[in-house]
């Protein structure tokens, strides 16, 4: 194996790491401001995606058409968090989560039904022809969702560490009773992290499309791989989010060159559960134990 | 509580979204009769993939279906009876198409079952469909399901044993001696992929990488690495589903210059649009549906073949794709059979007459069954094509 060929899988990595990362950055977000799994997660991913093959499709330039993929997907969460959960959420996280999973079906079926069950291409942002980038060949597509997963870890920190949205989310993940108390909306704050969870999972989508295509159930498995990033890096932490999906993204393509693509999952799925069991809190994770 | 119930929590709930995501939505759909027959339908179950990783195969076979069962029965059915078509979604699991057939065998008392799509679901039918004693007519491409030979399951494409070797005789008539193989662990690559390697050293061809990947992945960069790493003639990949662009375009971003041959898993047009100009060049068996001038003009073939074109193209607004073509074979096989039955009809007789199906000129080839061989196609009912200009033709050798 030579360098090159090393430099390529962690490019590899790298590239699918990015993807994970944003979706987990998705579920972080939801955890962080109301304790439950927004299994949805994925189906914001597929719905970005989707929106911007069907804009390019209807002739949508594709900048408007990821903008519009991004509005729409973000208000599906907000849709979703105040139509559907807030008015049972006095039933506990279980029954919320359960929903979430229905949410998910619903939309999964009703993209099926708009658009078919084929998968769609969507044309590569700028350009096909690969780039070298320190003895690796990558799709340009790819510094794309590099680019965005950089952009959207320094806009969150930002939005946490410096803003009093930020200051908000972070106290409702603390104690919703609390932040009430000292005048925070936290019915508010808890939609607008769902409708920034959708957000952040549509750019994902539209932003991976081009690479893979993109098609009515995408969302499933990569909600699992954004879950297990966050699981990974630690719930409720934008960082470990983002460290959780390089991970991930990394070890896969680790068992491919080591070991084959048939185990690549099952490598990474035994990598997630022996830090679980070593670390239950993830890599770089620290509330969850005050969780709840 | 605690950190650790929130995590049996997340875990307990990925288990539930992981079974409800590979689930799907399973979509009934009963489909009556079309004419005012006054005598009682014929009851054929359909297994299909609706939704998915085969939801893009299963969709045109029940299109065909539909669109040959309203035809026939518009020409007052068979032998007066109308056709009735009960379809079932098995959302690309076995488990589920096992449950499917069970419940047309049970509840709705079908006489002959066509599916599944899939080759994995086809074999997991087969329990049901020997306590029943009910034929089946799978519309999936893997060799087992004709190769575990049973006197009740017969199959309308091509399978592996036939392309595959066609496939590589292919590429060793251009000179290329070193290959690298990239297959998908699903029933249909990883059928394909035993062949090849069986196969292989009869061409005069060596395998120098043998890659996998699953069904569902969103990059085979790595993989592709490994198989530049080698040095291989040409890549051969064989697969059933939307990967196929990305190992195109992964050849071509690693700047890999090899030809890409493939087999009648990626006769799809999606495959062109997703990989766009990377999928030039590409060179793939398939049936002769996709361009009909390789029946031969004036044979019935090409007639049979155009008129369902046509007809498919004038209700559905797209050129049918070979797997449309195997949903058709599949409801004429079954069709014909009925026509010869004397008598009343069971699952018996039935079975019996379409073993004794000889030279039904479908879309797919020419079918002959027997008491050995229950596909009846061979070579040449197959040709190459390859990809120019974003469209296909066929590929001269």
Redesign the interface.
């Known amino acids: ?2 360098s090159a ?1 090393v430099l ?2 962690v ?3 790298l ?2 790491g990015a ?1 994970y990362a944003l979706v987990a950055l998705g579920f972080t977000l939801v955890f962080a401001s109301t ?1 439950i ?1 927004n ?1 949805a997660q ?1 189906e914001f991913y597929m719905l970005g995606g989707m929106l911007v093959a069907a804009g390019v499709a209807a002739g949508v330039p594709l900048g408007v058409s990821v903008a519009g993929a991004v509005v729409i997907t973000s208000a599906v969460g907000c849709l979703i968090e105040r139509a559907v959960l807030r008015p049972v959420r006095s039933a506990g ?2 029954a919320l ?2 929903i979430t ?1 229905g949410c ?2 619903l939309l ?2 009703w993209i ?1 039904h708009l658009f ?6 969507v044309p590569p942002f700028s350009g ?1 022809e ?1 780039v070298a980038l320190a003895g690796a ?3 340009p597509q790819v510094l794309w969702v590099l680019g965005i997963t950089v952009v959207a870890a320094a806009g969150l920190t930002v939005l946490y560490r410096w803003t009093r949205l930020g200051l908000a989310m972070r106290a409702c993940s603390i104690s919703h009773d609390a932040a009430r108390i000292v005048g925070i909306d936290t019915a508010r704050v808890v939609m607008l992290s769902f409708g920034l969870s959708g957000a952040l999972g549509a750019l994902a989508g539209a932003v ?1 499309a081009p ?3 993109t ?10 791989k954004g ?1 297990a990033a966050a ?1 990974l890096g630690g ?1 409720g932490d934008p960082v470990g989010a983002i460290v959780g999906g390089l991970v991930l993204g990394l070890l ?2 680790g068992a ?2 080591v070991v ?3 185990y ?2 099952a490598v990474a799925l035994v990598v997630l559960l022996l830090v ?1 069991v070593l670390r ?2 993830g890599i770089i994770g620290r509330h ?2 005050e ?2 | ?4 119930p ?2 049996a ?2 875990a307990l ?2 288990i ?3 079974s ?3 689930a ?2 399973g ?1 009934k759909q009963e489909a009556g009769g079309g004419g005012e027959t006054k005598k009682e339908p014929y009851r054929i179950g359909v297994v299909v993939s ?4 085969y ?2 195969l ?2 045109p076979e029940k299109q065909a279906m539909e669109m040959e069962r309203d035809r026939i029965n518009a020409e007052g059915g068979v032998n007066g009876h109308p056709i009735e078509l009960i379809f079932e979604d098995d959302a690309t699991d076995p488990a589920k198409a096992a449950a499917a057939a069970t419940k047309l065998i049970d509840q709705d008392g079908v006489i002959a079952i066509i599916g599944a799509t899939g080759t994995a679901q086809t074999m997991a039918m087969r329990s049901e469909i020997q306590r029943a004693g009910v034929p089946q007519v799978s519309m999936a491409g893997g060799s087992v399901i004709t190769d575990q030979f049973d006197p009740l399951v017969f199959q309308t494409p091509w399978p592996n044993r036939v392309v595959v070797p066609f496939v590589l005789k292919a590429i060793a008539k251009k000179g290329y001696t070193k290959i690298a193989l990239i297959s998908d ?1 699903g029933g249909f690559g990883k059928d394909g992929h035993d062949i090849i390697v069986k196969e292989a050293p009869a061409a005069g061809i060596t395998i120098v990488a043998d ?4 069904p ?8 592709l ?2 198989i ?2 080698a040095n291989p003639d040409a890549v051969l990949m064989w697969n059933a589903g ?1 990967e196929a ?2 190992v195109a ?1 992964g050849m ?4 890999m210059k090899q030809p890409l041959f493939g087999g009648h898993g990626n006769a799809r047009k ?1 495959f062109i ?2 990989a ?3 999928a030039e060049g590409f060179v793939f068996a398939a049936g002769k549906i996709l361009i009909p001038e390789a029946y031969g003009t004036g044979t019935e073939a090409y007639k049979v073949a155009t008129d369902f074109i046509e007809s498919f193209n004038a209700k559905y607004g797209k050129a049918p794709d070979t797997f449309a073509g195997h949903a058709h074979d599949a409801l004429m096989i079954v069709v014909d059979a009925l026509r010869r039955v004397e008598g009343e009809v069971t699952p018996a007789k039935l079975r019996d007459a379409i073993e004794q199906t000889k030279g039904l000129v479908g879309v797919g080839g020419t079918f002959t069954f027997s008491s050995t061989d229950h596909n009846g196609l061979s070579e040449s009912d197959i040709v190459l094509y390859r990809v120019e200009n974003g469209a296909w033709v066929l590929d001269e050798r």
């Open positions: 194996m030579t060929d390529q899988f490019a590899s990595g590239q699918n993807i304790g799994i299994f994925g996280p279980l989560i359960i999973i998910s079906m999964k079926s099926r078919g069950p084929d998968e769609r291409a096909s690969p060949l990558i799709q991976v690479i893979t295509q098609a009515y159930d995408v969302g499933a498995r990569m909600g699992l879950f699981v719930l896969e393509s491919v060159a084959s693509g048939t690549k999952d679980l239950p809190q969850l134990g969780k709840l | 509580m605690r950190g650790k929130v995590r929590l997340a709930t990925a539930v979204l992981a409800a995501g590979l799907g939505c979509a609706l939704t998915g990783t939801a893009g299963g969709t662990t890659e996998t990947f699953n569902g992945d969103t990059d085979v960069s790595s993989q690495t490994k530049r790493a939307k662009a990305l375009k071509k971003q690693l700047g999606e649009e997703g766009g100009d990377a």
